[in-house]
């Protein structure tokens, strides 16, 4: 299974993105989503987290402002992701919540 993340880009303090993860494979409707996320000099962090029955769960810095969403028939999950702020800025990562390879992020800047 190969995740593609897109969506992201640079964009001002306040301001809005919406980024989207691509699956290929046939179980990602049984499989349980998450977004995660590594700024410069961290540790990759998990974001928020989807379940297959449409459960969701967010990390304390982003509850509130990020909105996790799936399609199951379509084989994406997205996040939206408002009033951002700079400490946002990360490259952002899908995968599975129960682990497997990573694929390629997409970079998030946030301009004060």
């Known amino acids: 299974v190969q995740l593609q993340a897109s969506g992201g880009g640079l964009v001002q303090a306040g301001g809005s993105l919406r980024l989207s993860c691509a699956a290929s494979?046939?179980?990602?409707?049984?499989?349980?989503m998450g977004w995660y996320r590594q700024a410069p000099g961290k540790q990759r962090e998990w974001v928020a987290g989807?379940?297959?029955?449409?459960?969701?769960m967010y990390s304390d810095s982003v509850k509130g402002r990020f909105t996790i969403s799936r399609d199951n028939a379509k084989k994406t999950v997205s996040l939206q992701m408002n009033s951002l702020k700079p400490e946002d800025t990360a490259v952002y990562y899908c995968n599975f919540i129960s682990g497997g390879p990573w694929g390629q992020g997409t970079q998030v800047t946030v301009s004060s």
């Open positions: 494979g046939n179980i990602f409707s049984i499989r349980d």
């Open positions: 989807i379940t297959s029955s449409g459960s969701k």
